[in-house]
């Protein structure tokens, strides 16, 4: 078994589809059709389900990909040790975030990380928090970055920022005209949230049970996975919702956004590690850059 019929697994696994997996991995759907076949005589094991023209991970599958995963983090953190040897002259910086802070805090400070060090590679992937803390703790990803709380003591928080959250309404919606909004008016609206799990989502509902009212008392008409699609659906006049000031300064500015007069409490941004994991000298470059010591 090599470490490339493992990454080959893992793509299709995670996509649940050869071509897509094929296609990113820029190989020939037929090479990743024979090394899966391949993985599977060899050992004799059937990880996947063919139902038409789909495919489906088998319960075996299902284990055999954690392990994968586990065995394809050690490999980079191998890895990551031999690049050490040689500064930062190559090497490779891997990020997950959460949506906002990838969106629209991080790609700056990824800049100028880059620039400072052409030679490393940065690589960033977004996810909800939860997302994010399951990629740091499987060692996906070397540092994370997320607004949400998280119960994990394997992995370590540091606050590197702060942020607002803000209610927005579109500029035909009754709160977009009222000087302020109290919390009992809340529940007269319809709302626009991210999926559970989203560290907009906890953070705003935290700040409801602050002000008395059970997130279950609001009338959620749609959840959606992603900030664009939250404020194109408020932008459009579906509701309120609760979004980072990041955003929505564009649609402030243009006024396809109105912010309603409801203060909500200002959250921290973290930076996530693990405690035990190495942590190489590009990811230790670039949180001294952040701190403002590199």
């Known amino acids: 078994m090599t470490l490339e019929q493992l990454r080959l697994f893992v793509a299709v696994a995670e996509r649940e589809h050869v071509t897509r997996a094929a296609a990113e991995l820029r190989l020939t759907q037929s090479a990743v059709s024979a090394a899966i076949a391949n993985l599977e005589s060899e050992h004799g094991v059937k990880l996947f389900h063919r139902v038409g023209r789909g495919i489906v991970l088998s319960e075996e599958g299902r284990v055999f990909l954690e392990e994968a995963r586990a065995v394809l983090a050690r490999a980079t953190a191998a890895e990551r040790v031999l690049e050490e040897l040689s500064g930062l002259k190559r090497g490779t910086l891997s990020v997950q975030a959460s949506q906002t802070i990838a969106s629209y805090w991080l790609p700056a400070r990824l800049v100028a990380f880059r620039k400072a060090y052409p030679r490393v590679d940065v690589k960033l ?36 920022d702060q942020d607002s959250l803000v209610i927005v309404v579109a500029p035909g919606h009754p709160w977009a005209r009222a000087r302020s909004v109290g919390a009992a008016r809340l529940l007269e609206s319809e709302w ?97 850059m952040i701190a403002g010591r590199g």
Do not use: C, W
């Open 125 to 160: 992937s977004a996810g909800n928090t939860q997302q994010v803390a399951n990629a740091v703790s499987a060692g996906t990803a070397e540092i994370g970055f997320v607004e949400g709380q998280i119960s994990d003591s394997e992995l370590v928080l540091t606050t590197v």
């Open 192 to 288: 626009v949230l991210r999926e559970p799990g989203s560290g907009t989502r906890s953070e705003f509902e935290t700040a409801l049970l602050g002000r008395g009212i059970h997130p279950e008392q609001l009338r959620v008409a749609i959840e959606l996975p992603s900030i664009e699609a939250v404020r194109a659906a408020v932008e459009a006049g579906v509701g309120a919702t609760a979004i980072s000031e990041l955003a929505v300064g564009s649609a402030l500015k243009a006024g396809t956004l109105v912010r309603v007069g409801f203060k909500l409490p200002r959250r921290v941004f973290h930076a996530v590690r693990h405690h035990r994991r190495y942590h190489s000298r590009a990811a230790q470059t670039f949180m001294a």
